[in-house]
């Protein structure tokens, strides 16, 4: 039975990888389309804490997506859309957490469903997104185990899955510099479409529920941070396409390959 489970994962997870760059975002819209926000309690005043607490939760996975990036370089995507990777990467965080991009990516998709706070959201969403990120990584397991063997397997015995050993983390990162432009340049787009999202959610929100409140001043402000939002995303996308954001010394590891296989999702 475990054995079926596992199969039937990595085949889920395989599936996944291929088409999440389209699915995953797909699926998030619609089912926010489907929705309409609910504003907790009632209250805006009690809504925004559930607001302040989403973006908390955005803002943390791309904090831990820019320290993954900054200090290991990762060639993303796989290799023809399938799980691959040239080399065992067990630098940088990797040392500490095997699958912290997926954990990353996990935090944006779980705030961005509490700014919405719909129960479709939490009863589809969060479970395929839980769901689909689990098999993703049983996949890359699999095939890493099956190209690096024993090697992989000390490495899982010796870093956790998903939560961060602090063990030797300060010697880890002692020696290594951080490249701002690598994470510039890698995630940016990342960035601003979650920051899109969160925003264009809480005017949705505030426009669906003006029986409540006078929120007029709440949007002006909202969409003052997405013009800001957007002027950095256009600054960054031209200092990448005229090669300001470029990096001398990487890669540090040159591979093509998947988050455990690691790469970003």
């Known amino acids: 039975m475990i054995q079926q489970q596992t199969a039937f994962s990595v085949r889920a997870g395989n599936l996944f990888f291929r088409y999440r760059d389209f699915l995953f975002p797909t699926v998030f ?13 009632g209250s805006f005043g009690t809504d925004l804490l559930l607001d302040l607490l989403g973006i908390a939760l955005v803002l943390a996975g791309h904090v831990i ?18 799980v691959h990777a040239s080399a065992l990467v067990q630098g ?3 040392a500490h957490c095997r ?3 997926y954990v990353g990516n996990m935090l944006v998709y779980t705030g961005l ?51 961060l050993s602090l063990k030797g983390i300060t010697k880890t990162f002692a020696n290594m510099k951080y490249n701002v432009k690598r994470v510039v340049r890698k995630d940016y787009g ?26 007029r001043g709440q949007v002006q402000g909202l969409v003052a941070l997405l013009i800001a939002a957007s ?14 954001l470029d990096s001398p010394e990487e890669p540090v590891y040159k ?11």
């Open 29 to 41: 819209l619609a089912l926010a389309l489907a929705s309409r926000p609910r504003l907790l309690g």
């Open 65 to 82: 997506r820019a320290i993954v990036i900054g200090y290991v370089y990762i060639e993303r995507g796989g290799k023809n859309k399938r």
């Open 92 to 94: 940088g965080v990797f």
């Open 99 to 101: 699958n912290p991009l």
């Open 113 to 163: 469903i509490l700014i919405v706070n719909a129960p479709l959201m939490y009863a589809v969403g969060l479970p395929f997104f839980l769901f689909a990120y689990f098999a993703i990584v049983a996949a890359e397991e699999n095939f890493l185990r099956g190209k690096f063997g024993e090697a992989y397997d000390n490495y899982c015995a010796r870093v956790p899955r998903f939560l």
């Open 190 to 215: 990342s960035i601003y479409a979650s920051t899109l999202g969160a925003i264009a959610i809480m005017i949705w929100e505030r426009r669906a529920n003006l029986d409540v409140a006078d929120t």
């Open 231 to 244: 002027l950095g995303y256009i600054v960054a996308r031209v200092l990448k396409k005229t090669d300001r």
């Open 255 to 265: 591979e093509q390959d998947s988050n455990s296989a690691r790469s970003a999702a």
